[in-house]
C-alpha cells in the first residue's frame, strides 16, 4: 500500500510544473528524515526550521529577509525590532514571546495574531513545533549558545 502511494505521489510530482516538483520533492526527502526515530529534538528542529529560513536568519548579525532576524527573539516583545517594517497586529500586539507564544503563532500564525504579514500556514504537529523552538532557542540566543 505504502509502495502504492508513493508512486501515486511520484507520478502527481511529475504531472505538476517545475517550481511545484521542487517544492514538493524537497518535502518527501524532509519527510523521510523526519520519520527516523534516532532524530535528537534539536536535529528535528534544525530540519523544520527550513520552513522559516527562506524568510528569517536567525544569527546575531543576520539580516532580515522577508521576515525580522530572529536574534534574541525569547524574551523579546513582539514586533521591536527598530529596522523591520512590521504589520500594524505586530507592533500593538504587546506580546512577550516565550515557548508558549511562539508555539502559538507556528501553530496558525493568523489564528493567533489576526492581520499578522507572516503568510505561513503553521506547523501542524506538535513534536514539530516543540522540537522546532528547541531549536530556534538555542541558535538566537546567546549564553545557551
Ligand atoms: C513567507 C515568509 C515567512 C515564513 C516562511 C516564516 N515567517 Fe515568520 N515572519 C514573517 C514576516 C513577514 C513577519 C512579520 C509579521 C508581521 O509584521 O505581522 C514574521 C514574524 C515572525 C516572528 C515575530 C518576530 C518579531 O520580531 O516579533 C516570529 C517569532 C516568526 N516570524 C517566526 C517564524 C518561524 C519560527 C517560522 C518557521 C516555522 C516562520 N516565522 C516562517 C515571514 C515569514
Known amino acids: 500500500m505504502r509502495k ?3 508512486i501515486f505521489s511520484v507520478f502527481i510530482l511529475i504531472s505538476c510544473n517545475n517550481t511545484d516538483i521542487n517544492k514538493k520533492q524537497i518535502t518527501v526527502s524532509e ?4 520519520n527516523k526515530v534516532s532524530l535528537s529534538p534539536f536535529e528535528r528542529g534544525r530540519i523544520i526550521y527550513k ?5 528569517h536568519s536567525l544569527d546575531i548579525k543576520g539580516k532580515n529577509k ?6 534574541n527573539i525569547y524574551g ?12 500594524k497586529a505586530m507592533s500593538k500586539s504587546g506580546v512577550i514571546w516565550d515557548d508558549e507564544t511562539l508555539n502559538a ?3 496558525k500564525p493568523n489564528e493567533f495574531m489576526e492581520g ?15 522540537a522546532l523552538l528547541i531549536y530556534l532557542k538555542e541558535m538566537t540566543t546567546a549564553d545557551i549558545e
Open 31 to 34: 519527510e523521510k528524515t523526519l
Open 4 to 6: 502504492l502511494i508513493l
Open 116 to 130: 499578522t504579514r507572516m503568510s505561513f500556514v503553521g506547523i501542524r504537529k506538535q513534536e514539530d513545533r516543540t
Open 76 to 87: 523579546a516583545t513582539a514586533g521591536n525590532k527598530s529596522n523591520f517594517n512590521y504589520s
Open 66 to 71: 522577508v521576515g525580522p532576524n530572529l536574534w
Open 51 to 55: 520552513r522559516c529560513r527562506a524568510c
Open 105 to 107: 503563532y507556528i501553530q
